[in-house]
């Protein structure tokens, strides 16, 4: 296995401490952690009768999960998908880490990764033995890739791809034998962006092959503790994915698979949480820009792309003196070292108490 690299988040106890240190408290904007209440109606799926079956869940999930997913893609992105084509994961982050891996891939394989991007798509080659190579949006894939990451909306920029651009992208994978797999944990944040799924008909052009979607409840239903997430697409590639996980265990807790299956039948509870999401995110925009710093793309997702010109290091330790904490930029890649992603999901208060600072 190459060597992974330090976990970046240890780079920041320092900058934290100093926030901590402000008299009115740490404004915490580093990460991007819900903090609103797990929407009722998920809870109550979770603590039902899915709470009290003593058996082993199974790793595919029951047929009513799979077609309660694969109905929410249908209605709320326009994404046809096959529920027999639908594998729950254990969050999201771990079947990014862990696919390379069970894809097969290792030594002399290339795992493409966006050129600002989060950083688990390099550990996750890095895993598996397999070289990461950075590309740039729009650019062919490198020589040799098996695997492909896109990402849109982006985190950390929030740049969203076009569904020409990532038809685009598809094809060049497509042509060069390369499986696309698509992160879109973000794509129901899109706040009238237009942000497409990988799925969809304008970019798949009706057809799954070679296609994963990688789509998570943490963002959109405050679920980051379930660790309640899924991949859909390719019924090919998701069977094989399928049969691994089956022998290695990797399996959604029953109760969990009941709260997810509650989640993607309801859309109320996601509008409710993007409209609370995109208040924030105007109020802290516009104090951001009062103070002199600029926002880049940023279009979708829960991340404020921001930069003052200089090295990211310096506006972190900046914006610490202040109280508020951000993540710097070159945690995400080199492209990202003027920049500070700067996380929407605090509370009201909290985002309040940052805007106050800024306009101080």
């Not at 893609?73 to 994961?89: E, K, S, Y």
């Not at 989640?263 to 996601?270: S, T």
């Not at 925009?285 to 002199?292: D, F, I, P, Y």
């Amino acid at each position: 296995m190459n060597r992974l690299p330090d976990f970046p988040w240890d780079s920041l106890a320092d900058a934290k401490a100093t926030a901590a240190a402000h008299p009115q408290g740490l404004v915490d904007l580093s990460v991007g952690t819900p903090v609103d209440p797990v929407p009722a109606v998920i809870r109550e799926a979770l603590a039902g009768p899915a709470a009290d079956v003593p058996g082993y869940p199974t790793t595919y999930g029951p047929e009513s999960l799979r077609a309660a997913v694969a109905g929410s893609l249908d209605r709320r992105f326009g994404a046809p998908v096959d529920p027999a084509a639908v594998l729950p994961t254990i969050g999201s982050k771990e079947l990014v880490a862990w696919l390379p891996t069970l894809l097969g891939l290792g030594s002399g394989d290339v795992v493409g990764v966006p050129e600002t991007a989060y950083p688990t798509y390099e550990v996750g080659a890095l895993i598996a033995g397999a070289t990461p190579v950075r590309v740039a949006d729009g650019a062919p894939p490198p020589p040799g890739a098996k695997l492909v990451w896109l990402n849109s909306p982006s985190n950390p920029t929030g740049r969203v791809l076009t569904a020409p651009q990532l038809r685009e992208s598809v094809a060049a994978c497509r042509a060069a034998g390369a499986v696309v797999a698509s992160d879109e944990c973000y794509l129901a944040l899109s706040f009238g962006a237009p942000a497409v799924s990988v799925l969809h008909p304008s970019v798949s052009e009706g057809d799954h092959a070679g296609l994963l979607a990688v789509h998570s409840f943490s963002k959109s239903s405050n679920l980051a503790g379930y660790r309640a997430a899924f991949v859909a697409g390719d019924p090919a590639l998701v069977k094989a994915l399928l049969e691994i996980r089956k022998h290695a265990g990797m399996i959604v807790p029953f109760p969990v698979q009941a709260a997810m299956a509650a989640a993607a039948a309801d859309d109320a509870h996601v509008a409710e949480q993007v409209a609370l999401y995109e208040k924030r995110r105007v109020r802290l925009r516009a104090a951001l820009e009062g103070a002199g710093y600029r926002v880049d793309h940023s279009e979708a997702g829960l991340y404020l792309w921001t930069t003052e010109g200089k090295p990211c290091r310096e506006t972190i330790a900046s914006l610490a003196a202040s109280g508020i904490l951000a993540a710097p930029g070159e945690f995400y890649g080199a492209a990202g070292a003027s920049h500070v992603r700067i996380a929407v999901t605090a509370t009201d208060e909290r985002i309040d108490e940052a805007v106050r600072r800024l306009g101080s």
